[in-house]
């Protein structure tokens, strides 16, 4: 038997009526914020989220580039612009000015495990740094290998 005091178990039992759809509907149907319903159901709630993604697709993008980058990097949208105007526009080993294979921005070079950036990279020279494990010693060993071949 659930215990009906529990303000989350409470809500699903608890009938709500949607400030938008105006249908009465029970808790389980309404987002939970701290043990309080939202005012609008769920299906509602998310109708809305999606024309307002549709309507700000621009602006969406840019808030999650930024986040991304503040996030994984801890650089901002205007520290990235820097570094990439100090690189010349361009990728910081191939000397590229396209950030390659469909990609609209170069890829943030960083030490793994830290969010120090090196520097901005083509998808090309990003993935196959990453695939050598960011390893000096294999990267070395690599250009031997072409060198001598």
């Known amino acids: 038997m659930p215990n009906l005091n529990c303000p989350v178990i ?10 938008r759809c105006s249908e009465t509907k029970k808790g389980i149907s309404f987002y939970n914020n701290k043990g309080r319903l939202s005012y609008t159901c769920k299906k509602c709630q ?3 989220n999606s024309t307002w993604l549709k309507k700000h697709k621009l602006k969406r993008k840019r808030w999650d580039r930024n986040y991304r980058l503040q996030k994984e990097y801890g650089i901002t949208t205007n520290q990235f612009n820097k570094i990439l105007l100090k690189q010349n526009g361009k990728c910081r080993i191939r000397r590229s000015n396209s950030p390659g294979r469909g990609h ?7 030490k793994h495990g830290t969010k120090v950036v090196r520097g901005l990279l083509c998808f090309d020279c ?3 740094i990453g695939k050598l494990k960011d390893n000096p010693v294999l990267i070395r060993r690599a250009l031997r290998y072409l060198e001598r071949n």
């Open 46 to 48: 998310y109708s809305l």
């Open 126 to 128: 990003n993935t196959g």
């Open 10 to 19: 409470n809500n699903y039992y608890l009938m709500r009526r949607c400030n």
């Open 104 to 110: 609209e921005n170069f890829n943030v070079d960083h």
